[in-house]
């Protein structure tokens, strides 16, 4: 997911770079990873050696992550948000249509993983939750959930959607965004009440 977001970046002109804790993301040739844009680094150390970011993304990650480790990784994370700045994120969640997306969190690796669960063992998802618990962990931690961002990146979700705009590059699956500030969103203008299909998508995931 890292080199597709870097890529997509890169074709908007946008300075992207990325962080992965990985040998293997590190070692994959791809062309949004060309270049030095991704480093190997543990946020929990710090901020990167980039320094902080307009815009950090963390996309699948959340669901991975022990209930007893969430709320320091969300803090890692967000210390990479330069002021001013958003971090967003995309969460695999419930989804009332297959038992592999039902309500499940498991405490730490501390705890065997029940037999009749192992199946969720494998897709290493640890923490899945409805948005309700995702937002409300944020404000707890004393962010602001900026809810008119992901207003609109929820009509471009629907436009690909319908359009394919990314084509075989994304399968979407039972996820959802959270955008989140440490501060009060900026004014982003009128509100755009167009109908789906003509909605624009916001500048930087263009």
Same mark, same amino acid.
């Given at each position: 997911? +890292? #080199?597709?977001?870097?890529?997509?970046?890169? /074709?908007?002109? $946008?300075? &992207?770079?990325?962080?992965? @804790?990985?040998?293997?993301?590190?070692?994959?040739?791809?062309?949004?990873?060309?270049?030095?844009?991704?480093?190997?680094?543990?946020?929990?150390?710090?901020?990167?050696?980039?320094?902080?970011?307009?815009?950090?993304?963390?996309?699948?990650? +959340? #669901?991975?992550?022990?209930?007893?480790?969430? /709320?320091?990784? $969300?803090? &890692?994370?967000?210390?990479? @948000?330069?002021?001013?700045?958003?971090?967003?994120?995309?969460?695999?969640?419930?989804?009332?249509?297959?038992?592999?997306?039902?309500?499940?969190?498991?405490?730490?690796?501390?705890?065997?993983?029940?037999?009749?669960?192992?199946?969720?063992?494998?897709?290493?998802?640890?923490?899945?939750?409805?948005?309700?618990?995702?937002? &409300?962990?944020?404000?707890?931690?004393?962010?602001?959930?900026?809810?008119?961002?992901?207003?609109?990146?929820?009509?471009?979700?629907?436009?690909?959607?319908?359009?394919?705009?990314?084509?075989?590059?994304?399968?979407?699956?039972?996820?959802?965004?959270?955008?989140?500030?440490?501060?009060?969103?900026?004014?982003?203008?009128?509100?755009?009440?167009?109908?789906?299909?003509?909605?624009?998508?916001?500048?930087?995931?263009?």
């Amino acid at each position: 997911v +890292l #080199e597709v977001v870097l890529a997509h970046a890169r /074709d908007a002109g $946008v300075d &992207a770079r990325g962080v992965d @804790v990985s040998d293997d993301a590190l070692e994959r040739p791809a062309r949004g990873a060309e270049g030095g844009r991704v480093t190997k680094w543990n946020i929990e150390h710090g901020v990167p050696p980039s320094g902080q970011s307009d815009l950090v993304t963390a996309t699948d990650l +959340l #669901e991975h992550i022990y209930e007893v480790e969430v /709320d320091r990784a $969300v803090r &890692a994370i967000m210390s990479c @948000v330069a002021p001013g700045g958003l971090g967003f994120f995309c969460v695999a969640t419930m989804d009332p249509t297959t038992a592999a997306h039902e309500e499940f969190v498991h405490p730490s690796s501390a705890v065997p993983i029940p037999l009749d669960r192992e199946w969720q063992a494998v897709a290493g998802h640890v923490n899945v939750r409805p948005h309700a618990y995702w937002v &409300a962990l944020f404000e707890r931690l004393g962010y602001v959930v900026d809810w008119r961002v992901m207003d609109l990146f929820a009509q471009w979700w629907a436009r690909d959607q319908r359009e394919g705009t990314f084509g075989s590059t994304v399968q979407w699956g039972p996820r959802f965004i959270l955008a989140a500030r440490h501060t009060v969103a900026v004014d982003l203008g009128p509100r755009n009440d167009e109908p789906l299909g003509l909605a624009r998508p916001p500048r930087a995931l263009e």
